[in-house]
């Protein structure tokens, strides 16, 4: 089975403080992505990347920045976190496009919490 | 937005038939219909897809109505453990990657 793993499931963090959420899968999958999840606003893409080095902004990247250095794993920057950055932060990854069912594994999530 | 319309809670009894319906008026020809579920405090999960095709997996069963614009995602026998929210999402293939995610329905089973 496909494992997306990532690397806190709680953080507490002050307000300016830099934050690194990490995340690893073990499928030798291509593409990686990071969604964060509010209540009422469902889940919105922040970064996606279809290949090491490679990035692409989502729906909401104003704030973080991301950094795919190796295949397996996918990190979020958060450089100076803010309060309204509080959310459940979701990692997930899936085979390239060629594959037609394109289903996403998610890892268990990593709740944020900026005070 | 999302694209798709589904209510937004339902109940059902453990061990019937749980029926999760979703609209997707909109979608176009070559946009799968894809079902996923996130229990409380994990990640979605991935159960099932179809273009056109009822599909069948060990999870569930995808029943799309002849014109596509809905669909029902069937769980046969609900348990306790099914109990968490379902989303219906609709995609391009050749979309940027994205999924459109909407509010989904909370499925609670009910002992």
């Known amino acids: 089975d496909v494992k997306v793993t990532q690397s806190s499931r709680y953080l507490v963090k002050r307000t300016g403080e830099k934050v690194f959420l990490e995340c690893v899968q073990d499928?030798?999958?291509?593409?990686m992505f990071w969604y964060r999840q509010d209540p009422g606003l469902g889940l919105r893409l922040i970064y996606f990347?279809?290949?090491?080095?490679?990035?692409e902004k989502g729906d909401i990247p104003e704030g973080y920045s991301v950094s795919r250095e190796k295949k397996e794993r996918f990190s979020l920057i958060l450089e100076s976190a803010s309060t309204n950055q509080t959310s459940m932060y979701l990692c997930?990854?899936?085979?390239?496009?060629?594959?037609?069912?394109?289903?996403?594994?998610f890892g268990e999530g990593s709740r944020l919490t900026v005070l | 937005d999302a694209k798709t319309t589904q209510p937004p809670s339902m109940d059902c009894a453990e061990g019937r038939a749980a029926n999760l319906p979703c609209n997707h008026s909109?979608?176009?020809?070559?946009?799968?219909v894809y079902w996923y579920r996130q229990i409380h405090s994990q990640g979605p999960q991935y159960i099932i897809h179809?273009?056109?095709?009822?599909e069948t997996n060990e999870m569930a069963s995808l029943i799309i109505t002849e014109d596509r614009k809905s669909s029902t995602l069937i769980l046969p026998h609900a348990t306790l453990r099914d109990t968490a929210v379902y989303y219906c999402?609709?995609?391009?293939?050749?979309?940027?990657?994205?999924?459109?995610w909407g509010a989904g329905t909370k499925l609670i089973i009910k002992p």
């Open positions: 499928m030798d999958h291509e593409n």
């Open positions: 997930a990854s899936s085979p390239p496009d060629r594959d037609p069912t394109g289903e996403l594994f």
């Open positions: 179809g273009l056109k095709n009822n």
């Open positions: 990347s279809y290949d090491v080095k490679m990035k």
């Open positions: 909109t979608i176009s020809g070559n946009e799968y």
């Open positions: 999402i609709d995609t391009c293939m050749d979309s940027n990657y994205q999924l459109i």
